[in-house]
């Protein structure tokens, strides 16, 4: 496969690097990735990119001093360099107390993370499908705009204690936003096989957003009860996520979750997981540490349970990691990658029929914690708001701004909606279903 | 790299291209954090490959490679070459970008003592004596400090003949603290929240004085804790240089890059309110407001010679007297505007396209030292260093919090406030201000991590400013 390594080719990097280091401990991770992007606004491809690179980090640990290097060139003289380096850097970095070990090997599941129909995808294919979308959007009188990927990724890692670990994986990932010139409509779709992705679906459902909110009107700021679609809903998973649900923020005493554990902090039909093995997920077999995944339980039935680690955050708490180490040298700790919202028993139908007064979000933009313990959050509406009156949607209205703590929010949960859609969230992946909010802060709102 | 650059060229037009630019990228990058008196990370990372961009059938394609072969620059060619034709099959009216003359040149960036000469014991040894400043008040559970050093070795060529050759260099240092206490959680950062960048060596560091400013944001984020929160009114406000570099950041910097205006943007950040016909004639701001970007401002962090298509930087008025005047172009959008690119385009690495992207977007000093700005606001809000933001798709709606604010009663600063916020409208925010200080009190401040683009591109720009002030703002916008 075009710029993966063999598993083979792999074990002789790793085992010549391993063999040059004499430092206490190494671990070495090679991080590969062929990437291809279609690029599309006003109805035609503007940008057009291929990229293919793989970097190996190499950790070396010195008693407790740990130095770190890092290259994308791999031949044999620049990787002796390269672990030459990180060793030189441990011996002059000072000692960290709380550093206690690599990981050791441990089993890692099989699971299916890879579709040669998304490695074969050339640019012509994609290009069709946008132009398809294009198409469409033309037809409506309207413009679209998007991004049309298709990324295969190679993830190994080894270190001295005899860890070895190695995956591929693809996935495809289609969003667009259409256009009209008092209104806008998003899509987005993702899947580790690109077969999966349905062009069509998608255009129309973002065409239709767009010509359902054309001429929005304003409305005033206040509490509303809102309906938030996927996307919308979305957002408050990775916040919680990033903000509280990594062992490190709890560490450091400015976790949610801090003071909460064993306690009800949600309406009792909430559970929140982060699961890299799931099939429902773009999942991933282990971390960047090559410790398998585990299924985590944050939430459970609106009780706060635990949180996720890697090695160096478990260890300070005498316990294991499960599986959620970033990249060597990142500082952010331990978070959750493959998140997961139960679902619920209502249609998004039922949720604004129940509404007698509200408002439909469509999507969030722009969204920034303004202070993270209690995960209040500013950000603004998107790609389609609407007023609900009587159980109809009434008519669209201008996005408006919204200042409003998470975890409020989520012990006002009124319904949860029975279908579950797989977003993307920054760098992470999120399932969740809709959601009834009872209550919703909006601060303002602004021209369009 | 010169070789593989012209073997990438020739084959691009053998396959077909009608114009062809290789960029080829060696950065080196040095990275060291120290938290709660250990090092949690020293590391080292050299990244180095190039891209071939092209024209063919009027559209684009680039593909880029990290192995300096000739075989790789041919392969890479005919790949950028066989996506533009893809591109081509849904092309619009097709790509045009200006001519331009053939140029061949070098740019340096000027440092008085090489960052990279500093050893990591010098480096980790500064930021020892800086955590052990932060960590003396036992509220606070987190005391970070980083180093960052880049060098990077770029050559662009181009069809046209162009050659230029850059060597780049980048130092960067910030330090933050994390108070806790009774349920509550604050942070203090210098010299801002971001961390601090410019294209300098490590003078840069050495004039942030870290160490004396680490007691400083200890104290203060410990009294955080216990300070009032910041009340919710309608205020005349006073931004320190720090938070009115993002403020220039998010509601002008981005609004003027003229891809953005033009859509290309749309399905990612979104758009821009300064639409075409607003140039040279919609109010931005109040008469006393001046914006111009300027990619030659000496340390700068968005400073260099030449952009990524080979454009010499240059300073470009934005704001005149209020008067919106100015975008950030290209090759390929100048021309539409009936001008010839003003060199923004910038890309973060060798494997992106570049993208119109901010310099260093400046607000220009006014008259008025820092303590007549405070003597002269009677009722009012000082707030110092960012700790928030988030503005709509097309720049206009804006909230943003800092760290921490103190009110200002008959021009004396006074109680320290928490969890400040403000919210506004872009135009209607730059047209109250009616204050700047001077040019005593000008700073560039470094933003290293803006992002643009799919996939995402992250890039250090600059911002020069002053204090300032804003009349009649909504503070305090917490549900």
């Known amino acids: ?448 | 790299m010169k070789e593989i650059a012209h073997r990438a060229l020739n084959t691009a037009k053998i396959k077909g291209a009608t114009y062809a630019e290789v960029r080829s990228v060696r950065a080196s990058t040095q990275l060291i954090t120290v938290k709660n008196g250990n090092v949690e990370v020293l590391s080292e990372k050299e990244s180095e490959g190039f891209g071939v961009r092209v024209i063919a059938d009027n559209a684009w394609g680039f593909a880029s490679t990290s192995r300096f072969f000739p075989d790789e620059a041919d392969m890479a060619s005919a790949l950028a070459v066989q996506i533009a034709k893809a591109s081509a099959l849904s092309k619009g009216k097709g790509i045009e970008v200006e001519s331009r003359p053939a140029l061949t040149a070098h740019y340096k960036t000027s440092l008085i003592i090489d960052p990279l000469s500093i050893s990591a014991d010098e480096k980790i040894a500064l930021l020892l004596k800086t955590s052990y400043e932060m960590q003396k008040k036992k509220e606070i559970t987190v005391a970070r400090g980083t180093i960052m050093t880049q060098k990077e070795e770029k050559l662009f060529a181009n069809t046209e003949g162009t050659l230029i050759e850059q060597e780049i260099v980048k130092t960067g240092c910030g330090i933050g603290v994390t108070a806790v206490s009774g349920g509550d959680v604050q942070r203090r950062s210098y010299p801002s929240s971001m961390g601090h960048q410019g294209t300098e060596g490590w003078e840069f560091v050495l004039k942030q004085n870290l160490v004396e400013h680490g007691a400083r944001i200890a104290e203060e984020a410990v009294a955080l804790l216990s300070a009032k929160p910041c009340p919710s009114a309608v205020k005349t406000i006073i931004l320190d240089g720090s938070q009115l570099a993002l403020q220039l950041h998010e509601s002008c910097g981005h609004a003027i890059e003229l891809d953005r205006v033009l859509g290309s943007e749309a399905a990612y950040a979104g758009t821009s309110f300064l639409t075409l016909e607003k140039q040279g004639q919609f109010r931005y701001g109040s008469e006393i407001v001046n914006i111009d970007a300027d990619a030659t401002y000496p340390g700068g962090l968005g400073t260099f010679g030449y952009d990524d298509e080979g454009v010499a930087a240059c300073n470009i008025p934005i704001v005149k007297d209020g008067i919106f005047v100015g975008y950030l172009t290209s090759r390929e959008t100048a021309p539409l505007l009936g001008a010839s690119s003003n060199g923004t385009m910038r890309a973060s690495s060798w494997n992106r396209i570049p993208l119109i992207r901010m310099t260093n977007v400046n607000l220009r000093p006014g008259n008025i030292g820092f303590d007549e700005l405070i003597e002269s606001t009677d009722d009012g809000l000082y707030m110092e260093t960012n700790k928030s933001w988030s503005i709509d798709d097309r720049r206009i709606n804006f909230q943003f919090g800092t760290e921490i604010a103190w009110e200002v009663k008959q021009g004396k600063l006074g109680k320290m406030l928490k969890n400040p916020t403000y919210t506004g409208m872009t135009p209607q925010f730059w047209s109250s201000c009616d204050a700047i200080c001077n040019n005593d009190h000008y700073s560039m401040w470094g933003i290293s991590n803006c992002a643009k683009g799919q996939p995402m591109q992250v890039i250090g720009v600059g911002h020069g400013t002053a204090p300032a002030r804003f009349r009649g703002v909504q503070v305090g916008v917490m549900n």
């Open chain 1, 1 to 448: 496969m075009k710029g993966m390594w063999s598993e083979k080719k792999i074990k002789h990097l790793f085992d010549r690097a391993l063999g040059l280091s004499s430092a206490d401990q190494t671990e070495m991770v090679l991080f590969s990735r062929d990437l291809s992007l279609t690029r599309f606004a006003n109805n035609y491809i503007h940008q057009n990119i291929h990229e293919n690179n793989a970097v190996l980090s190499v950790r070396v640990v010195c008693g407790k001093r740990v130095g770190i290097a890092h290259t994308n060139s791999l031949d044999d003289e620049k990787v002796e360099k390269t672990i030459e380096r990180a060793s030189v850097l441990a011996k002059a970095s000072a000692e960290n107390p709380d550093f206690l070990s690599l990981p050791r090997p441990q089993p890692i599941k099989e699971i299916k993370c890879f579709a040669e129909s998304t490695a074969r995808q050339t640019p012509e294919k994609r290009a069709k499908d946008v132009t398809l979308i294009c198409k469409k959007a033309k037809e409506n009188g309207l413009t679209a705009s998007g991004a049309f990927s298709t990324t295969v990724s190679q993830i190994a890692v080894a270190n001295s204690l005899g860890l070895f670990a190695c995956n591929v994986g693809s996935m495809a990932e289609m969003s667009t936003v259409v256009m009209s010139h008092t209104s806008s409509g998003y899509a987005e779709g993702l899947s580790t096989d690109v077969s999966e992705i349905d062009i069509e679906a998608l255009s129309d459902e973002a065409i239709n957003k767009a010509l359902t909110s054309k001429d929005p009107v304003s409305l005033p700021k206040g509490a509303y009860t809102v309906v938030l679609e996927e996307y919308a809903a979305s957002d408050i998973l990775s916040f919680l996520g990033m903000l509280g649900f990594g062992a490190q923020s709890v560490q450091e005493g400015r976790s949610f979750m801090c003071g909460s554990f064993g306690e009800e902090i949600f309406n009792k039909h909430i559970t929140i997981w982060d699961d890299g093995l799931s099939r429902y997920t773009i999942p991933m077999p282990f971390d960047f540490e090559g410790v398998p995944k585990r299924r985590v339980d944050f939430i459970k039935d609106g009780v706060a349970r635990t949180v996720c680690y890697d090695s160096f955050t478990a260890g300070k708490e005498g316990k294991h990691s499960t599986g959620h180490s970033l990249p060597p040298g990142e500082v952010m700790g331990p978070l959750p990658m493959n998140l997961f919202f139960s679902s619920g028993t209502t249609s998004l139908e039922e949720m604004i029929t129940s509404i007698d007064r509200g408002i439909l979000v469509s999507r969030f933009h722009y969204t920034r914690p303004v202070h993270p313990t209690t995960v209040t959050i500013t950000g603004m509406t998107r790609d389609g708001t609407f007023l609900i009156e009587r159980g109809e949607i009434a008519f669209p209205v201008k996005n408006l701004r919204f200042t409003q703590s998470y975890l409020e929010a989520l012990q006002q949960v009124a319904m949860i909606g029975k279908d579950t859609r797989l977003v993307r969230c920054s760098a992470s992946f999120c399932r969740v279903p809709p959601l009834k909010i009872d209550s919703f802060n909006f601060v303002g709102s602004t021209e369009f």
